[in-house]
Every structure is written in structure tokens, then in C-alpha cells.
């Protein structure tokens, strides 16, 4: 058994030099697989990455909530203490960007114009911002004061005027320049609510993946707050990846699905060309398990060698492409979860499964030359023609 | 008796044609035989040596090995009985080009499963024999005509078959190295009490035969048994 397998070995190995042409041609195919398959998945891991940071920032990674929140009923709920909340956050937490948030509807007057808006207010914000669009139906400007009314906690109106001090395109949550954010202090007013109280609590840190852990630890210490991780708010963003995911294994497909019919035009012109071999070995013995595997040890000889190179490129690539990033924003589409550089990313284990694939992808299209050759006659196999 | 051969036929298409490679011999090759199949070039020698070496199937008859009928074995019990019973020898020797000629006998041996130690013993009794162990590290490719056939020939009785067919052994060979080939076989056969099937178109071969069966247009013309030899 040993002397067989020692036998098959060496036969696949020093065919595979003899017929270098041939042997090149695969393994430069499975090079191009290797690289397309890396490549792609790097991108799309550093896409998944940034997307993933950019709408965590946007949403929070750790959400606090009050944990009634009747619609009807925004005034009502909130979350008090927010300092003291903050600090013991940072306890559980240490690199933790805490916000405090309120949102409130309201309608905002100027002059004698009136509009129903949506007000926003973080803890950051230090003067009003009124969104380009509400300014163009108030006729206000910067420098103007606008007048608030709103619903109080206590279901009473309350009046707040604002001092403009910028317009916003898109600022946040203006979102097309409607709305208007105020500075925390007005926002409190406007709903009756005292200085420490906010709608909100967003939490963001580095190791987003920990968010899980973390909101265990927090749920534990705030019982009375409704807690929530971005994994169980954002349920649908997997569905996003898998969008990125299959733009990117398509292309890597197309260049698959085409090095495969390269593969098995050149194994089975290589097979055919050692026809008479096989014939001999046949003659003497060989049965078809044994010639079978010792052309597909060959494929998978110099395969490995392509995915191996292929690997050694595509880490170059990858490397190079993540020293200072790259836009993807014109691309179409992937602006609208984007935000500056995208970086690509090696993952070790798939690039390893990748590696596997590319391999085996090279055995399954070899199968048919191989299969067409062991299943010749012995002394059709002998012959000189076809 | 070794092979049986009764009312054996074999036809090919060739295009929308039929050739008539061999038909309907009737022969029978006892064990020890020294044997040649004479003929001109078409006369379906080669087809014959095919299907009495289970390289091919008749088209009709029956084809009897040691009395077992084998007109119609399967692939793999054909290869099983190629590889611990049959020996060949071609006319373009055949040898794989990418291993030595030590490892090019070797291989019949690695394939019957073989122990190391009994696989070097064999190879190198045989490539003694067969005047070629100096040469037994060369590839093919680094080897004469003769050579080549030597180790083909060493390839072919190093697993200690039961009969050797070969076609037109020395028909690439120069007529010197061609007789020095056939003497060996000769040896063989009288030393190891192999049995030998060659054809050839050589005259020169037919002498030293011990049967000579003549074929024309597919069939057997003439069976003599000759230099003192019993059928």
C-alpha cells in the first residue's frame, strides 16, 4: 500500500513538471480563483466592518430607554439621573462615548408662519440648527429667534423660544433639511423635564462585538431601564452583509465559473495527450481507481500550488489596498451605509476554506477529462488516434 | 492450455464501414509455447494479440483463459487478470516516460501490491537478466531502441506472468538489436518456462519459433509447429 501510494505520488509530481505548459495553466487559473475569491471576501469584510461601525455610531451600540414608551405619551417617559448613569457606564465600560438624546415633536413658528417639525437634541449640541428646508417655509435666517410650542409632561403647553445660529443640509437627524435640534437645556423645557432627564441613552465603544456582554452586565445594574444591544435591534442588518456578500461572490463566481471551463479543456487536452500512457498502465494492471487518482493527485498538486500563490497575492493585495483604504462611495449603492475610507480585511480561516474551495473546485472540473479517459478501453487508449 | 481461442470474431467501424479485423480463428496456446503470429501489415495480428491479452472484447466467440470463458468479463476482472497473469510488449515499447527503468518494471509489482524487499529482489534479478542494470536509474528518454525493450520485456516478466504477448517487438529496432531482443525472450522462455505470443512480419523471427500461425485478411492460413516442438 505504502509503495503505491509512494508510486502515485511520484508519477503525479513529475507529470505534473513534464507537462509544465499544462500544469502552469491550472495552477495560474486557481491563482486567479484564489485571488478573486480573497480578495473579494477582504473587501467585503472591511465593507461589513465600516458599514457596521458607521451605523453603530449612528444608532448606538448599547441603547438605554425608559421602560414604558408610549407613543402618545413622549412627554411622559424618561430616563433620570442621566449623570449618574453616565458614570457608572464608564464603571462597566471605560472607553465608552456616552450621548444623552430627547426627541420631541413640536411646532415651530416665525413670524406668521407656523410648521409641525420633530426636534432632536443631544447632550453636544450647544446652539440651534434648524434644517434648511424648515427655514425656507418660516423665512427664517440665522440670528432670527423662533418660537416652540409644545406638549409638557404634564400635558400643558409649553412655549420655548430659539436663537438660530446655523442651518443644516443634513445634520443627523435633520434628515433633508427638515427639522430643528436644540440644545439640550431648551429641549428639557419644552417637555417640562428636569436636568438630568433625557429620552435616550446611546452608548458607543471600540469592541463593538462585546455589546452583548456588555448590556448583560448593564441590565443588571439598571433593572428599571430598558437595555438593548445593536444585535437585537438591528436584526436586519444581516440581511444587508448578505447583499455585500453575494455582489461580491457573483463576481468571484463569474471568474470561477470561467477558470473551470479553462481547467477542463486543459486537463483534458493533457489527459489526451498521454493517452497512450494511461493505455500502457491499464495494459499492465492499473485499475481505473488508480489512474483516476493519479491524474486527480495531480490536479491537486499543482491546484494547490495555484492556491498557494494565488493566497501569497492576494495578501500583497489586500495588504496594499488597506495601508490607506479606498472609497467605495461611487460605487452604487454602498454610499447610503458609508462614511469615509473602507479598509479590507483578511479572515484567516476563510481565506483557509477559500484555499480548500479553489482546490477541490480544480478536482470537480477534472473530473469529467478523468473519467473520459479511464473509461477508454485499454486498447483504444493504445491507439495513436483517437 | 493456457488460452482457448473458438470461432473468435472482431469488427470495428470505421466510419460508416466495417473492417473485419479477425474472423472467426479457432487456436489454442498451450503453457511454455514459444509462438509467433505471422502476417503482413492488416492482417489483424495486433488485434488478435488484443484480445487474447483482454485488452479488448470480440465482437462474437469465445476466448477461454486456463478454461475459464473471459469473452465477456468485466472490466475489472480483465485488468485483475492482466495484472497477475498477462505480460505485454509493444512495438513502441511503451515504457512511462516520467519513471526510471527500475521503477518503470517496478510498477507491475507496486500494482500487485508487493512487499519493498521482494519488489527490489524481483526488480533487480530481472534487470539482471535482461542485460540492463546498468541502466536502471535512466529514464526512457536517456535509453537506446533496444533498451527500451529490454526494460520493457523486464516490465513485462518481472511479476512472473503466465504468457507475454508482444507486438511486433522489434519493429523499431535495427535487425541486429531486433534478434538480440528476441533471443532474450527465447532464454526466458526456456529458463523461466514462460509462454511467449509475438507477432511479426520479420521472416527472419519465424525460424526461430517454436509454432508460427499464419494470418491473412483476419484469418489463420497456417498453424506449424516447428523446431522439434509438440502443439
Known amino acids: 500500500m505504502g509503495g503505491l501510494l509512494k508510486m502515485l505520488f511520484k508519477t503525479a509530481i513529475r507529470n505534473s513538471i513534464k507537462y509544465s505548459r499544462r500544469s502552469l495553466v491550472v495552477a495560474i487559473c486557481i491563482a486567479i ?82 410648521i409641525e417639525t420633530a426636534v432632536t437634541s443631544e447632550d453636544d449640541i450647544s446652539g440651534t440648527i434648524i434644517g434648511e428646508k424648515t427655514a425656507k417655509m418660516l423665512n427664517s435666517e440665522v440670528g432670527d429667534t423662533v418660537i416652540l410650542f409644545g406638549s409638557n409632561r404634564y400635558g400643558g403647553l409649553s412655549v420655548v423660544p430659539a436663537k438660530v445660529e446655523s442651518t443644516s443640509k443634513n445634520f443627523r437627524s435633520i434628515r433633508n433639511g427638515k427639522g430643528i435640534m436644540l440644545p439640550i437645556s431648551l429641549a428639557r423645557m419644552l417637555l417640562g423635564w428636569g436636568e438630568q432627564e433625557v429620552k435616550l441613552v446611546q452608548i458607543n465603544f471600540d469592541e463593538f462585538w462585546r455589546a452583548d456582554e456588555y448590556t448583560a452586565e448593564l441590565r443588571g445594574v439598571f433593572p428599571d431601564i430598558k437595555i438593548t444591544s445593536w444585535r437585537e435591534r438591528l436584526t436586519n442588518i444581516e440581511d444587508l452583509f448578505k447583499v455585500t456578500d453575494f455582489k461580491m461572490n457573483t463576481f468571484a463566481a463569474i471568474i470561477l465559473i470561467l477558470v473551470a471551463g479553462i481547467i477542463m479543456n486543459t486537463v483534458l487536452t493533457s489527459v489526451l495527450e498521454r493517452k497512450n500512457d494511461i493505455g500502457t498502465l491499464r495494459s499492465i494492471g492499473a485499475s481505473r481507481i488508480y489512474v483516476t487518482k493519479m491524474i486527480l493527485l495531480e490536479i491537486l498538486f499543482i491546484s494547490l500550488i495555484g492556491a498557494l500563490i494565488g493566497t501569497g497575492l492576494s495578501y500583497v493585495i489586500i495588504k496594499l489596498l488597506s495601508r490607506s483604504g479606498f472609497s467605495l462611495g461611487e460605487v452604487g449603492g454602498v454610499i447610503d451605509y458609508m462614511s469615509g475610507n473602507l479598509y479590507p480585511k483578511i479572515v484567516p480561516l476563510k481565506w483557509f476554506g477559500h484555499i480548500v474551495f479553489a482546490v477541490i473546485w480544480a478536482v470537480l472540473w477534472s473530473l469529467y477529462p478523468v473519467l473520459y479517459i479511464v473509461r477508454m478501453k485499454p486498447v483504444d487508449a493504445l491507439k495513436k488516434t483517437l | 492450455m493456457l488460452i482457448q481461442m473458438e470461432k473468435v470474431k472482431k469488427d470495428y467501424a470505421l466510419g460508416k464501414t466495417t473492417v473485419h479485423a479477425v474472423r472467426g480463428v479457432s487456436f489454442s496456446i498451450e503453457e511454455g509455447e514459444f509462438a509467433v503470429i505471422a502476417g503482413p501489415s492488416g492482417s489483424g495480428k495486433s488485434t488478435l494479440l488484443n484480445l487474447m491479452g483482454l485488452l479488448d472484447v470480440p465482437t462474437s466467440g469465445k476466448i477461454s483463459f486456463e478454461g475459464k470463458d473471459v469473452s465477456s468479463i468485466s472490466e475489472s476482472e480483465a485488468t485483475n487478470i492482466r495484472k497477475t497473469r498477462i505480460g505485454f510488449v509493444f512495438q513502441t515499447f511503451n515504457l512511462i516516460p516520467v519513471l526510471t527503468a527500475f521503477e518503470n518494471i517496478e510498477l507491475p509489482l507496486i500494482l500487485k501490491g508487493k512487499e519493498e524487499e521482494d519488489r527490489e529482489e524481483r526488480t533487480k534479478r530481472i534487470l539482471k537478466e535482461t542485460g540492463i542494470s546498468d541502466i536502471a536509474s535512466h529514464k526512457p528518454d536517456e535509453l537506446s531502441g533496444g533498451q527500451r525493450q529490454r526494460v520493457a520485456i523486464a516490465r513485462a516478466l518481472v511479476s512472473g506472468p503466465d504468457i507475454v504477448f508482444a ?49 491473412r485478411d483476419g484469418r489463420i492460413v497456417k498453424d506449424v509447429v516447428q523446431n522439434g516442438n509438440k502443439k
Open chain 1, 33 to 114: 480563483s484564489t485571488i478573486a475569491m480573497q480578495t473579494m471576501d477582504g473587501i467585503g469584510e472591511g465593507f461589513k466592518i465600516s458599514a457596521l461601525r458607521f451605523m453603530l455610531n449612528q444608532q448606538g451600540m448599547i441603547v438605554f430607554e425608559p421602560a414604558k414608551a408610549e407613543p402618545l405619551e413622549f412627554a411622559v417617559h424618561s430616563i433620570s439621573k442621566y449623570e449618574d448613569i453616565k458614570e457608572e457606564i464608564l464603571k462597566i465600560i471605560p472607553d465608552a462615548r456616552i450621548s444623552g438624546k430627547i426627541f420631541s415633536p413640536a411646532i415651530v413658528v416665525k413670524d406668521s408662519f407656523s
Open chain 2, 167 to 215: 507486438d511486433e517487438p522489434t519493429a523499431n529496432l535495427d535487425s541486429e538489436t531486433g534478434m538480440q531482443i528476441i533471443k532474450i525472450m527465447q532464454k526466458l522462455n526456456k529458463t523461466e518456462g514462460v509462454t511467449f505470443v509475438f507477432s511479426t512480419h520479420d521472416p527472419r523471427l519465424f525460424k526461430i519459433a517454436g509454432r508460427r500461425l499464419e494470418l
